[in-house]
């Protein structure tokens, strides 16, 4: 999922992101000056950081204490802000890495994100951006499972297995009849991974943008990438966004001909809305409109509406 309030999550911060000579298109530059006028989500926003739902990114403390004590006891350390501390980030790393092997989102692998912190982080972004007063873009890709699952894994997923997920995370028999409908001939990994993408990253992207009254506008990236049949899968977006999709970083997951005018439409929108707080699509409202990234690109209404609607919140 992205959110951008005028640029993409971490985009002030991607030092790796380089101005092209003689345009403006900038977006650390852009996003810094918007930074410096604005707010950051204020520790008095109101809101219940006790929620255990974070899709946005932050882990209530309970999940965040759980990670944290299978991190330490894979490094052997104490699970205390020193040990951490005194670590190396190689060694970080490493341990993220192995306690990752061999799982997915379902199985809930141990990774560092942020978390819901009475001092740094008292409110969950996606309760705080329902009710703050800016200009939100906010977005998902169509595929956002396939980074995580590999063709082989969902190879191995059978709808007795798909059956059994569903019944262990309360998703509802309906739902995946409605995705069933929506994704025909698609495999029984293939539909588990579509009802982890809306879980975990659309549902909640969607909720947010249904709740807030400032101006909100939803997108999804449907441009389908060949390498690795990764399709639109988590983080291609990055290159499209940045206009970089000529990076030797961006090819390696969207391979060396990926549309430029795609690039170019996605850079010059995330721009847009930097500068003015319109990226130049409806807001999405009651109709629920959503910009379509694809080639063509097209301002449709939510697609797999249905589909979505049917999974619980």
Not at 153 to 162: E, F, P, R, W
Not at 176 to 183: C, D, E, K, P, S
Not at 263 to 291: F, I, L, N
Request: glycine content about 8%.
């Amino acid at each position: 999922m992205r959110c951008g309030r005028g640029a993409p999550v971490g985009a002030a911060r991607d030092r790796s992101v380089r101005r092209r000579p003689g345009t403006h298109h900038d977006l650390r530059r852009v996003g810094r000056r918007r930074a410096r006028r604005r707010a950051p989500l204020a520790p008095r926003h109101r809101g219940d950081p006790r929620r255990g739902d974070h899709p946005v990114g932050a882990d209530a403390p309970e999940r965040a204490g759980r990670v944290t004590r299978a991190l330490a006891k894979d490094l052997g350390i104490a699970a205390t802000r020193e040990a951490f501390a005194n670590t190396s980030p190689r060694a970080l790393l490493d341990a993220r890495r192995r306690l990752a092997e061999g799982s997915n989102p379902l199985s809930g692998t141990p990774g560092y994100a942020l978390a819901v912190d009475p001092e740094t982080l008292p409110v969950s972004p996606d309760v705080a951006l329902q009710t703050v007063d800016i200009p939100l873009v906010i977005g998902t890709n169509t595929d956002e499972y396939r980074l995580w699952f590999t063709p082989e894994q969902l190879a191995g997923i059978s709808a007795l297995k798909l059956t059994l997920a569903r019944l262990a995370t309360g998703v509802p028999r309906r739902a995946v009849r409605a995705y069933r409908a929506a994704f025909p001939g698609a495999s029984p990994g293939e539909i588990l991974g579509q009802i982890v993408t809306d879980r975990m990253l659309r549902g909640p992207a969607v909720r947010v943008a249904a709740a807030r009254t400032a101006p909100t506008h939803v997108y999804e990236l449907a441009w389908p990438s060949p390498v690795r049949d990764l399709r639109a899968a988590h983080a291609i977006d990055i290159g499209f966004v940045f206009d970089r999709v000529e990076a030797s970083d961006s090819q390696v997951v969207v391979g060396p001909d990926a549309p430029r005018e795609l690039a170019a439409r996605m850079h010059a929108d995330w721009v847009r809305v930097a500068q003015t707080g319109d990226p130049g699509w409806p807001q999405h409202g009651s109709d629920r409109e959503v910009q379509l990234y694809d080639v063509p690109s097209r301002v449709t209404a939510l697609r797999r509406a249905e589909a979505l609607d049917s999974l619980p919140a």
